[in-house]
């Protein structure tokens, strides 16, 4: 699978908002940049049972999600000390439907910003 997103608002501490989605294996793809030299790996929401963030009012609205199925979540992969982590703070959420996608900041209390990956997917 490989499909282009405009995101509504550049990532943290990224420039542009122009990226292509492209599958590396089951659940796990690179979102690489358009306007950059940049390619980040995002993992599918779908491939971590227990990450089930809920969205605001405002966050839907932005995004156009009318029913669940609407949206597509990818969590950024951070690779740092050889031991990959997951950012389940700010996961970026895209409709499926217009292609339009952000970075959305859940609740800081609820979910990490470095979550082990190993724990997430023996759980």
Same mark, same amino acid.
């Given at each position: 699978?490989? =499909? ?7 990532? !943290? ?12 294996? !089951?659940?796990? @793809? ?6 950059? &030299?940049?390619?980040? @790996?995002?993992?599918?929401?779908? /491939? ?9 009012? %405002?966050?839907? #609205? ?8 609407? =949206?597509?979540?990818?969590? *950024? +992969?951070? &690779? %740092?000390?050889?031991? &990959?982590?997951?950012?389940?703070? !700010? &996961?970026?959420? *895209? ?6 996608? #952000?970075?959305? +900041?859940?609740?800081? /209390?609820?979910?990490?910003?470095? =979550? ?5 997917? !023996?759980?």
């Amino acid at each position: 699978m490989s =499909a282009t997103v405009e995101l509504i608002a550049p990532l !943290a501490g990224i420039p542009g908002t122009s990226y292509v989605i492209d599958e590396v294996d !089951a659940g796990l @793809f690179t979102l690489r940049s358009l306007s950059e &030299p940049l390619r980040l @790996f995002v993992v599918e929401g779908a /491939s971590l049972p227990t990450y089930q963030p809920e969205l605001d009012d %405002a966050q839907i #609205a932005a995004l156009g999600l009318t029913e669940p199925d609407d =949206a597509e979540l990818y969590v *950024v +992969v951070n &690779p %740092a000390d050889g031991t &990959p982590t997951l950012n389940l703070l !700010a &996961p970026i959420i *895209v409709n499926r439907h217009s292609r339009r996608g #952000a970075q959305l +900041v859940l609740d800081a /209390s609820r979910w990490p910003l470095r =979550a082990s990956l190993d724990e997430l997917l !023996a759980s």
